[in-house]
């Protein structure tokens, strides 16, 4: 299976901040790397499809990048909607596999 | 814009059976391809299985094979999961999720709200 780490695994700041997530493949998984975000007592909520991709609505301060084994997703100027976990998946290869998640608190 | 709506919460002993349901809204089911994810408390979700076109078979976890069984109405859009011998471990949050695809990637756009499975003695 592909293992999925994602740095770090917590992370406070304040709104306005820059903030980016990183995540490690075991393998090279080429683009197949999607974002969700999380709030509590929700479902997952898909942010950016295959690495770079905004979902529909999503606003423009997320952006994704990477390839192979790394990627990283980036918050320009963080909103307090923004406050969330969040979960990079990869589908190369079966079992899809999630990260474990990156919980963004507010300072 | 496809919608999934889950039944309700789940009270079960360990070595019983579960089965929960989806019911798919603005699309027909056989224009869909449902998976299933499971989130453990405070854990990440974790993939389960759910239908491949590629293969044009639905398609399961290891970790699942033989104890889980993913099925669909096709007459009441309905897609359904049913979890046997179950133990504490898997006391979780099932979502259904649909699977979208662009440049033959697979991503989890659309997904039910969730139903609490709770097996305890």
């Known amino acids: 299976d592909i293992l999925m780490t994602q740095s770090p695994s917590s992370l406070s700041a304040s709104v306005g901040d820059r903030v980016t997530i990183t995540c490690r493949a075991s393998?090279?998984?080429?683009?197949?790397l999607n974002w969700y975000q999380q709030k509590p007592g929700q479902a997952p909520k898909l942010l950016i499809y295959?690495?770079?991709n905004l979902q529909n609505d999503v606003p423009s301060r997320f952006s994704g990048g990477g390839s192979g084994t790394e990627f990283t997703l980036t918050i320009s100027s963080l909103q307090p909607e923004d406050f969330a976990t969040y979960y990079c998946q990869q589908s190369h290869s079966l079992p899809r596999t999630f990260g474990q998640g990156t919980r963004l608190e507010i300072k | 814009q496809v919608q999934l709506v889950q039944s309700g919460a789940e009270v079960k002993k360990p070595g019983a059976s579960v089965k929960v349901s989806c019911k798919v809204s603005?699309?027909?089911?056989?224009?869909?391809?449902i998976h299933w994810v499971r989130q453990a408390p405070g854990k990440g979700p974790e993939w389960m299985g759910g239908f491949d076109p590629a293969d044009g078979e639905t398609i399961y976890a290891q970790t699942f094979q033989g104890r889980v069984t993913m099925t669909e109405d096709t007459s009441t859009d309905t897609a359904y999961i049913e979890v046997s011998s179950l133990r504490s471990e898997d006391t979780a949050v099932y979502y259904c999720t649909n699977a979208d695809s662009w440049a033959h990637v697979y991503y989890f756009d659309a997904w039910g709200q969730g139903t609490l499975v709770t097996v305890s003695p």
């Open positions: 295959v690495v770079a």
């Open positions: 393998q090279g998984i080429g683009n197949s």
């Open positions: 603005g699309f027909s089911l056989t224009e869909v391809f």
